[in-house]
């Protein structure tokens, strides 16, 4: 978000108490191909105790960003610009020492794929006492005592035997378990969750989001939850971020969002999610063409050449869509679209 | 688990009779008479039957075999006619010697490759990183002969820092009491701090000169294991747990990244202390590698099979105890006993 608008919301919303306050993030990758502008200049909040959601298709940035925000962005990519504040400080500018101090405890994350997010060569119980040591004085035996608390928590049958059990041990509903448990080791304040049910079957992940929910809950753990499946917005989300092509193009409350869409992206992006009651013979509703090269992006917006309402349109092709304000009672849409005022009626 | 070992010790029996099978039948397949060798030029056709005799070797070969096998297994390994003494006699004065070298010139490659190999992939900096590959490359392209001679000159000749291709140690160093047959240990069993340095500064040019190829195998495979393990999700994760690089390194990234490296170091570690000719030659270590050379230009067969079945047998328990430590390493390798 650029310029004014974002001054003029983030002053507004300073008086909430934040968890997580990113600010024009920028996270690029220097590949052969040229500079992948991966995550271009997204702000976005997350309130104590609130979930939010970030859905776009995938390679909209989403990965990118959650890593971005802790700091865990590896060579060839790099963060350039933009300030991540966790519970109030400004943890951009934090060393990599200062930030392990924080990752794990104030903030964790959760992974799509449970299957290679553990270490094959230890055990179940090593790594999750190992996030626990790491950030408590603890002793060996009282954090095992703890990692089975966890294991129990998190529903794994048989928790005690099963944490001297290796990850291939584990179904990958139960390594994601794990995961979760490892995510809650040190009850932090904020888990960035990325797709994490994608990867396994449809009753598992009903299971794991569950389970998620209630933990969270219990805990009042914040949670910004990247996916790319709406239906798992609707179902856990208050709030959510729209993600294309490494920006946030819509903003609003999950209930707004899923009455009215600001911006053309999301419309498509709503049609997309099958619903049982409402099928039609027929192949299922895709937005046609993909997501444009990060590395070589079209000078005007970037979702022109796909979109139903600018395509071939001169302002669309020619500028970048300013965000818009849309609706503002209590419950902001902000949305970049030159047409967003208009569809927002 | 048992059905593992089983087969294991199945695999291992069939590799030591093969190999004993092999130098046998090699050996007397190679043109040539020893009792002839033996007995000179001159003698006559009689006294060369008369040694025929006495060797055995108008025997049928299964019976010749037979005698060599119950002869190993009752120790008695014959008797190495080339030096008049007994096979036994020569191989137990010569192959520590050998085995003493290629220990240290395997921990010297062991260790420093995997120094290295962190060193190169940790940091992820291309200039140290091209720097440790290219001396890889040389390791691995250096005959080890040349560079020994080299090591010699420099150090030793021209610099003076450490001593000449005098064996295992100085002139004026009785060798300690034989408790292990290698110097190092015996000189610290003894408590003989003055002989335990000697030996370790006689060590150190060969064990370099017979471990830089090693060493540089082992850099190239351990460097591309740890930049694909590096890569994967579970690092990440483990980052993201608030563990630091280095410990994220260590202890994820290396035991996994370790396991293909331990096999090819297990039969690295095998050849190595079985000895290795050109390196003892040049720095005048009294080893097992130029003697069975002789031997075998001398068609001497028992020293020949002795050295070849004991050397097969140093590799199948090497490779055992590799196998022994993948378990304990890999949980995958172990059955799932429960579930």
């Known amino acids: 978000m650029s310029g004014a608008t974002a001054r003029v919301v983030s002053a507004r919303e300073s008086a909430r108490d934040l968890v997580l306050e990113v600010e024009e993030l920028e996270t690029d990758f220097y590949t052969q191909e040229g500079v992948v502008h991966a995550v271009r200049r997204v702000s976005l909040e997350v309130e104590r105790g609130q979930r939010v959601g970030i859905v776009g298709e995938s390679g909209s940035g989403k990965s990118a960003l959650a890593l971005s925000i802790v700091g865990l962005i590896e060579p060839p990519g790099r963060i350039v610009g933009g300030t991540v504040r966790l519970n109030g400080r400004d943890i951009s500018r934090y060393s990599d020492r200062q930030l392990q101090r924080i990752r794990g405890r104030e903030v964790s994350l959760i992974f799509q794929d449970p299957m290679t997010a553990l270490d094959p060569v230890k055990t179940i119980g090593d790594q999750i006492v190992e996030v626990i040591r790491q950030h408590r004085p603890m002793r060996r035996a009282a954090a095992r005592r703890e990692a089975v608390r966890l294991l129990q928590d998190v529903e794994v049958p048989y928790a005690e035997r099963r944490l001297d059990n290796y990850p291939h041990q584990y179904s990958g509903g139960m390594r994601q378990r794990v995961m979760i448990a490892i995510a809650l080791a040190n009850t932090p304040d904020l888990i960035i969750a990325d797709e994490p049910t994608t990867a396994l079957d449809v009753t598992t992940q009903a299971q794991v989001l569950d389970l998620l929910e209630r933990l969270v809950t219990e805990r009042s753990t914040a949670v910004l939850l990247i996916t790319h499946n709406l239906g798992i917005v609707a179902e856990f989300c208050n709030r959510v971020f729209v993600m294309y092509a490494g920006r946030v193009v819509e903003r609003a409350s999950v209930e707004r969002l899923f009455a009215v869409q600001a911006h053309p992206y999301s419309e498509a992006l709503l049609r997309c999610v099958p619903r049982p009651d409402q099928l039609e013979r027929g192949p299922l509703p895709t937005i046609p063409g993909a997501p444009p090269n990060l590395a070589h992006l079209p000078p005007g917006c970037p979702f022109e050449p796909r979109c139903p309402v600018g395509h071939g349109v001169e302002l669309c092709v020619t500028t970048v869509p300013p965000p818009v304000l849309v609706a503002n009672s209590g419950d902001p849409v902000l949305a970049e679209c030159h047409f967003a005022g208009e569809r927002y009626r | ?339």
């Open chain 2, 1 to 339: 688990m048992t059905r593992i070992v089983l087969d294991k010790l199945f695999g291992a029996g069939v590799a030591i009779f093969g190999a004993s099978l092999l130098a046998f039948l090699f050996m007397r397949v190679v043109p040539g008479n020893p009792a002839r060798l033996i007995v000179g030029p001159l003698a006559t056709p009689q006294a060369i039957t008369a040694q025929e005799h006495a060797m055995g070797l108008n025997k049928p070969l299964w019976v010749q075999y037979w005698r060599y096998i119950s002869g190993i297994f009752s120790g008695n390994w014959g008797f190495a006619y080339s030096t008049g003494q007994t096979v036994k006699h020569e191989i137990v004065a010569r192959l520590p010697a050998s085995a003493e070298l290629g220990f240290y010139a395997f921990v010297f490659a062991f260790l420093f490759a995997i120094l290295f190999a962190l060193v190169a992939t940790y940091r992820r900096r291309r200039l140290v990183d091209a720097a440790i590959r290219g001396l890889s490359f040389i390791g691995l392209g250096t005959p080890p002969f040349w560079l020994g001679l080299l090591l010699l000159l420099l150090l030793s000749q021209i610099w003076g820092i450490l001593p000449g291709p005098e064996g295992r140690l100085g002139p004026n160093t009785p060798p300690p009491p034989t408790v292990t047959h290698f110097y190092t240990f015996d000189a610290l069993i003894a408590g003989q701090w003055g002989t335990f340095w000697n030996a370790i500064q006689h060590l150190v040019l060969p064990a370099i000169t017979l471990g830089l190829a090693p060493f540089a195998y082992l850099v190239r495979l351990l460097r591309a294991n740890l930049l694909d393990i590096s890569r994967e999700n579970f690092i990440v994760v483990v980052r993201s747990k608030g563990v630091g690089r280095w410990s994220a390194f260590v202890r994820h990234a290396l035991p996994n990244a370790f396991l293909p490296t331990l096999t090819a170091a297990g039969l690295l570690l095998a050849q190595l202390l079985t000895g290795t000719v050109l390196v003892e030659e040049v720095f005048n270590w009294p080893g097992i590698g130029q003697f069975v050379v002789e031997s075998i230009l001398r068609q001497d067969y028992a020293v020949v099979q002795t050295f070849v079945l004991l050397s097969a047998i140093a590799y199948v328990v090497v490779n055992l105890l590799v196998d022994v430590l993948y378990g304990v390493i890999d949980p995958r390798v172990r059955l799932p006993v429960a579930r």
